[in-house]
């Protein structure tokens, strides 16, 4: 089969490397000829509105899928009547609009921050007064890795909050204090199967993140119960096939709050090439194409490292046992994803002092 997708960084790349050994062959189209995804199939290099090259992209193909989720709606368009495309335009329309999203979590019982939206300074006063400070003000698109934020403590902060973002649609959120950071994996298969990754347990550093722990250390069965319900309402409703990623907060007194979706693989969802039977890259692949979802069983512990900025000496990361690499071949840059390494150990502690030796010997910033 001819799998699509529209995007060729990491995500597409690590898709490729997960589906060629299916038999899978890939097109990518992306406006950046440098894309780490072209090492693994054809790549189309033009902008995501460009209807003349998507009518190419899209020749010949059996499936289209996304590596992220601001989909111009041209693309939806190009593909309509021509190709399968997943995820499906209502739910990368939910993915895209933080106050969709959360109305969608409500509609289906799914506990989130208090919201309200806000279109105008008034709405701004009347939102503080009903949730209380503090606060996060949000845009409620394209709003990723923290930006496009704005954490109101004070009333006196109200204007200064307005002025950063006041000029787009917004959303603010009680502030959550929270324990810790979760995220779920899940697909879904086109007969409707539904299989699970185990809770990951987040760490982030200036709204990127750094560190994924997998499975979620000390997680209670009510909670791990209460995430798979959740994901599993979220994809019923949807009708979703492919892989989609959850992200919770954990409060203190043990609550699970939704905070947003994502429609596609994850970064927190990396460690699966290792660390799982199946990964989360192979089991998208499988539901798009329809074929048996795999095991989603964890094969140890697993911890993913992002590296960011640039990649580490590969004689440093491994000579640590149970260490994996992955550099996605992009140019090094400040603050830049370059790519991930996975160490994978029999215990969590030995995987956690794993982690550390390879922190220590790259000069990473400690846990
Ligand atoms: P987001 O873009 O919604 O994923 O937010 C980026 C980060 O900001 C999250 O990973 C949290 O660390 C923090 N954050 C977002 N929303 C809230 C909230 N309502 N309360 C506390 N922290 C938040």
């Known amino acids: 089969m001819r799998v699509g997708v529209l995007g060729a960084g990491q995500l597409g790349w690590m898709l490729g490397l997960a589906g060629i050994p299916l038999g899978l062959r890939f097109r990518f189209l992306d406006p950046n000829p440098d894309s780490p995804a072209a090492a693994v ?42 190709v399968i495309s997943w995820p499906t335009p209502q739910a990368l329309a939910a993915s895209q609009d933080r106050l969709a999203e959360k109305s969608l979590f409500d509609r289906l019982s799914i506990p989130t921050a208090r919201f309200a939206e806000v279109s105008s300074f008034e709405d701004l006063g009347r939102a503080v007064a009903s949730l209380g ?76 993140l750094r560190e994924s722990i997998a499975p979620a250390p000390r997680v209670s069965p009510a909670i791990a119960q209460a995430a798979i319900e959740h994901v599993t309402r979220l994809l019923d409703k949807l009708e979703y096939i492919g892989v989609l990623t959850v992200e919770f907060f954990e409060s203190a007194d043990g609550k699970l709050l939704a905070n947003e979706m994502a429609p596609r693989v994850h970064n927190s969802g990396h460690w699966t090439i290792e660390g799982s039977a199946c990964s989360q890259f192979e089991n998208h692949l499988r539901a798009l194409c329809g074929f048996p979802l795999g095991s989603t069983e964890c094969t140890g512990f697993s911890r993913m490292l992002n590296l960011i900025g640039d990649i580490p000496p590969a004689d440093a990361v491994l000579a640590v046992p149970g260490a994996h690499l992955h550099d996605y071949g992009k140019e090094p840059r400040e603050g830049r994803k370059v790519g991930h390494v996975t160490v994978c150990g029999a215990t969590a502690r030995e995987c956690a002092s794993r982690a550390a030796e390879i922190r220590a010997r790259c000069g990473m910033p400690k846990d």
Do not use: C
Not at 47 to 74: C, H, I, M, Q, S
């Open 41 to 82: 199939g054809e790549l189309v290099v033009a902008e995501y509105d460009d209807r003349k090259a998507l009518a190419r992209f899209v020749k010949g193909l059996d499936v289209v899928t996304f590596e992220f989720e601001n989909v111009p709606a041209a693309a939806l368009k190009a593909f309509e009547g021509h």
């Open 133 to 208: 400070l503090p606060a996060v003000l949000k845009t409620r698109r394209f709003g990723y890795d923290g930006k496009g934020q704005y954490v109101l403590r004070g009333i006196d902060e109200i204007p200064a909050a307005w002025s950063a973002l006041g000029r787009q649609p917004l959303i603010i959120e009680s502030f959550v204090p929270f324990e810790r950071e979760l995220s779920m994996i899940a697909v879904r298969a086109r007969n409707g199967e539904v299989v699970t990754y185990p809770l990951i347990e987040n760490h982030h550093a200036g709204g990127i």
